[in-house]
């Protein structure tokens, strides 16, 4: 019996754009001006960052690490809090600004599987106003059967608890589901769940460990730009509904 490919969840920073270093660490070491804070995140840094999955986590894992001596002016958690708050300020002007993009075939696939009839959803650690501004901009919000985003869930990827959030909302079997995904820790996330899921890697994740991954691309491709295979046995230059359904079944 065939698993029918019911369902597309996709991950958001560095799968439907390239946030990362030119949005989030930017946005982070404006806030961290604004803040009156002489720290400052490096693109080969932030790479290291990106390991902890969440923002606020990420700058607890910074000060525990590398700053053991700050002690900010009150609550930690509320200074990291209003920081985060900061940095998504800046992270939203720099979407409005047209400084993010989304990647290669990302628009083009999510609108065919929309034609297809197939249940779009999000899952990421981003926060939720980032989420929306993203898909505003480019794509539309209705488009989308479920977007789960930022402390949605207490444990954030690699546990797959906002994977299973996604498949319980969706209302669908998983081994009908589809997940596009960036970084070991999405990938790890997903398998736990029970989902099949396809890496589009990018610069800060392309030497990560993706054997569990169906498929591992350099990004989705388009017609007339034709992806990269960096992992799977695809013969095509691009993902579309066709090739996604054959995928689901092994194929």
């Not at 993010?100 to 075939?105: A, D, Y």
């Not at 899952?123 to 789960?148: C, G, M, Q, R």
Request: charged share 20%; proline share 4%.
């Amino acid at each position: 019996m065939t698993n029918r490919l019911q369902g597309l969840i996709f991950d958001v920073d560095g799968t439907l754009a390239n946030t990362e270093r030119d949005g989030h660490r930017v946005a982070f070491n404006r806030a961290f001006e604004e803040a009156g804070l002489d720290w400052h995140w490096s693109v080969e840094f932030y790479g290291e960052l990106l390991t902890i999955s969440g923002g606020k986590e990420r700058l607890k894992y910074f000060l525990r690490q590398y700053s053991p001596e700050f002690k900010p002016e009150g609550n930690l958690a509320d200074f990291i809090a209003h920081l985060h708050q900061l940095k998504t300020k800046h992270y939203l002007n720099l979407l409005r600004s047209g400084t993010i993009q989304l990647r290669p075939g990302t628009k083009r696939l999510i609108k065919e599987a929309r034609q297809a009839g197939i249940n779009l959803a999000i899952a990421t650690t981003s926060s939720l106003p980032n989420v929306i501004a993203l898909l505003e901009k480019y794509l539309d919000l209705d488009w989308f059967e479920v977007i789960a985003a930022g402390d949605i869930v207490a444990a954030k990827k690699p546990a797959p608890d906002i994977y299973r959030y996604v498949i319980q909302k969706l209302k669908l079997p998983a081994n009908n589901i589809l997940v596009l995904e960036d970084s070991d820790n999405g990938l790890e996330a997903a398998i736990a769940a029970g989902l099949k899921t396809i890496v589009t890697v990018n610069n800060y994740t392309a030497d990560q460990n993706f054997s569990q991954a169906a498929l591992v691309v350099s990004d989705l491709g388009e017609p007339e730009q034709p992806c990269r295979i960096i992992q799977g046995d695809f013969s095509a230059g691009y993902l579309n509904i066709a090739n996604l359904s054959s995928i689901i079944n092994g194929g």
